[in-house]
C-alpha cells in the first residue's frame, strides 16, 4: 500500500473517504482492504457496517465475501 502524505490526503475528494469526517480513505483497492481492517479493529458496529457497505459499492470483489459473512454472523 502506498502512504499517503497529508498533502495528497488533504487532495482527495470526499467521495473517497469510507466515513464523514474524511476518515478511512478507499482511493485505492489496498487502502480500502485496510480501511477494512482497521475499522474492524476500532469501529463501532454502525461504522464498521457503512465502511463495509462503502467499500463493496466501490470495490465489489473485496467487499462482497466480508458482507455475506457480516450478515451470517448477525
Known sequence: M???TTEERDR?????FAL??????????AHARNALARVSQNGTAAEKAKV????????PKIGRGLAELYRKEN
Open 12 to 16: 482527495l475528494p470526499e467521495s473517497v
Open 20 to 29: 464523514p469526517g474524511r476518515r478511512y480513505p478507499i482511493n485505492d483497492e
Open 52 to 59: 463495509r457497505a462503502t467499500v463493496h459499492r466501490r470495490y
Open 2 to 4: 502506498a502512504d499517503l
